[in-house]
Every structure is written in structure tokens, then in C-alpha cells.
């Protein structure tokens, strides 16, 4: 199987081009994954193009890769967006980077109530940044031609205030209604997944004020990490995707 590397210099790329790779994914492609002339590579622009080609130069400042085909992908004509709670030890990254991999098309950080880490000043910035690297890696390990959006951290305020322009799912293990009971409409959908001690209870007033709807998965407690790539999961099936 090829690898698949993501370059920013794909747009306009027609079959028969010639295209040059940054210094970091030529880095990649020759010391890490060890790609020789000659070999075929994936690459993909995160909006939509790939490109299968013969890797031409193995430099590591620049490998030079001729397209060989082309193809473009439409975005999904329903989105389904990630709200994902900050969540301590790396259980939040856990869960952007399988989400990523299992095709969410957006990822917002939620600074929940019961929330123990916080991106307070700077580290909201590096936070998002963190999160948009893991969302780029993914997307090179599951050949997806669609890099998703990581947004700005949002407040329950702010999730709630933007709840009457999507429909908004969130994941409660004492809801009646489960998951794999609703019929999707023409709205994108918003999962919220909430922090080690869950959704607070005002937290969850909010969101159904809004509009919001509780689904459960399933009998058990998921944890933050698996929650959300085990909805996704389940909304691919209702949605078509797999």
C-alpha cells in the first residue's frame, strides 16, 4: 500500500505535472518511511484532492513527485462535527485522533464545567494547534482527502448559543432516547462529549433549552475517549457513509 502525505502545493495539479514536496513530508517520505525513486505515493491537499504518483527525486529538502492521476472528492453534504470536552492525561487527543479516522468533518474543544485540564490564555492557541497536528496525522493514516477543521475552544454558552443552526446530540448515559434510534434530517450534526465526570446537570439544562437532544449508547459508561469515536461510529451507519 502507499503512503499518503499531505502538501499544499497540489492546487491546479493536472496528470503528467511535476509537483515538489515541502522540506518536512520529503523528510518523512525519504528518511522515515524510506521511499526510493521510482515508487508509487499518495498525496492529498486536505480539501478534497489526491494525487497518486511515482516519487521522481527522493531529496529530503524536496522530493519531486510526477501525478499520474487525479481525483477530487466531494465534501460530505452533511457534516458531522465533534464536541469534544478537555479531558486530562491525553484522553481528549485520543479521541480528535480517532474521530479523524473514522471521517468526522470538524472537531471543537468545549471547555465543560467538570472539565480538570484548561487552555486558560496562550494555552488555548497551542491547545488548538495541538489538536489540528493530531487531526493532520490522522488524516495522512486513514488516506482521507478531507483534513477536518479543528475551531476555536468554545464555551457552554457559546455551544449553546450556536445549537439553533445544527442539530446537536449529547451523549448521556441516562438519556432515554438511544443513539441508533434517530433519524437524521438535512442539519449537520454536532456530538457533544463531555469530560471525565460527564455533562453536569446545568450543563445539559442548557443544551436541551437550546434545542439540544440526550442520547445514550448502549447500557454502559464510556469514557471521554471512546465515547465520542464510538457515536461517530454509530452515525456513519445511520448517515450511509459505511
Same mark, same amino acid.
Given at each position: 500500500?502507499a503512503?499518503?502525505?499531505?502538501?499544499?502545493?497540489?492546487?491546479?495539479v493536472?496528470e503528467?505535472d511535476?509537483v515538489?514536496?515541502d522540506a518536512?513530508?520529503s523528510r518523512?517520505i525519504?528518511?522515515?518511511s524510506r521511499?526510493r525513486?521510482?515508487?508509487t505515493?499518495?498525496?492529498g491537499?486536505?480539501r478534497?484532492?489526491?494525487?497518486r504518483?511515482?516519487l521522481?527525486?527522493?531529496?529530503?529538502?524536496?522530493?519531486?513527485?510526477?501525478?499520474?492521476?487525479?481525483e477530487n472528492a466531494?465534501?460530505?453534504?452533511?457534516?458531522v462535527i465533534l464536541?469534544q470536552?478537555l479531558?486530562?492525561?491525553?484522553?481528549? =487527543?485520543m %479521541?480528535?485522533?480517532?474521530?479523524?479516522? /473514522? !471521517?468526522?468533518d470538524?472537531v471543537?474543544?468545549w471547555s465543560?464545567?467538570r472539565?480538570?485540564?484548561?487552555?486558560?490564555?496562550?494555552?488555548?492557541v497551542?491547545g488548538?494547534?495541538?489538536?489540528q497536528?493530531i487531526?493532520?496525522e490522522?488524516t495522512k493514516?486513514?488516506?482521507?482527502?478531507?483534513?477536518?477543521e479543528v475551531?476555536?475552544?468554545?464555551?457552554?454558552s457559546e455551544?449553546?448559543?450556536?445549537?439553533?443552526?445544527?442539530?446537536?446530540?449529547?451523549?448521556e448515559p441516562?438519556a432515554k432516547t438511544?443513539?441508533s434510534a434517530i433519524t437524521?434530517?438535512?442539519?449537520?450534526?454536532e456530538?457533544?462529549v463531555?469530560?471525565?465526570?460527564g455533562v453536569s446537570?446545568r450543563?445539559?439544562?442548557?443544551? =436541551?433549552a %437550546?434545542?439540544?437532544?440526550?442520547?445514550r /449508547? !448502549?447500557a454502559?459508561?464510556?469514557r471521554t475517549s471512546?465515547a465520542?469515536p464510538?457515536?461517530?461510529a454509530?452515525?456513519n451507519l445511520?448517515l450511509?457513509r459505511?
Amino acid at each position: 500500500m502507499a503512503h499518503f502525505y499531505l502538501s499544499d502545493n497540489l492546487d491546479g495539479v493536472r496528470e503528467g505535472d511535476e509537483v515538489r514536496l515541502d522540506a518536512p513530508e520529503s523528510r518523512h517520505i525519504v528518511t522515515v518511511s524510506r521511499t526510493r525513486g521510482g515508487e508509487t505515493i499518495l498525496l492529498g491537499n486536505g480539501r478534497g484532492m489526491t494525487v497518486r504518483g511515482t516519487l521522481l527525486s527522493a531529496d529530503p529538502a524536496g522530493a519531486v513527485v510526477r501525478a499520474e492521476h487525479v481525483e477530487n472528492a466531494a465534501p460530505h453534504r452533511q457534516h458531522v462535527i465533534l464536541v469534544q470536552a478537555l479531558a486530562k492525561g491525553g484522553r481528549d =487527543e485520543m %479521541a480528535v485522533q480517532a474521530a479523524t479516522e /473514522l !471521517g468526522v468533518d470538524a472537531v471543537i474543544p468545549w471547555s465543560a464545567e467538570r472539565s480538570i485540564a484548561r487552555w486558560d490564555g496562550t494555552k488555548a492557541v497551542k491547545g488548538r494547534d495541538r489538536w489540528q497536528a493530531i487531526t493532520r496525522e490522522a488524516t495522512k493514516q486513514s488516506m482521507r482527502a478531507w483534513l477536518p477543521e479543528v475551531r476555536a475552544l468554545a464555551s457552554t454558552s457559546e455551544l449553546a448559543e450556536s445549537a439553533r443552526d445544527v442539530r446537536m446530540l449529547v451523549l448521556e448515559p441516562s438519556a432515554k432516547t438511544p443513539l441508533s434510534a434517530i433519524t437524521p434530517d438535512a442539519r449537520d450534526l454536532e456530538l457533544v462529549v463531555g469530560p471525565e465526570g460527564g455533562v453536569s446537570p446545568r450543563e445539559l439544562e442548557a443544551f =436541551e433549552a %437550546a434545542g439540544a437532544e440526550p442520547v445514550r /449508547l !448502549g447500557a454502559g459508561v464510556l469514557r471521554t475517549s471512546t465515547a465520542g469515536p464510538a457515536a461517530l461510529a454509530v452515525i456513519n451507519l445511520i448517515l450511509g457513509r459505511w
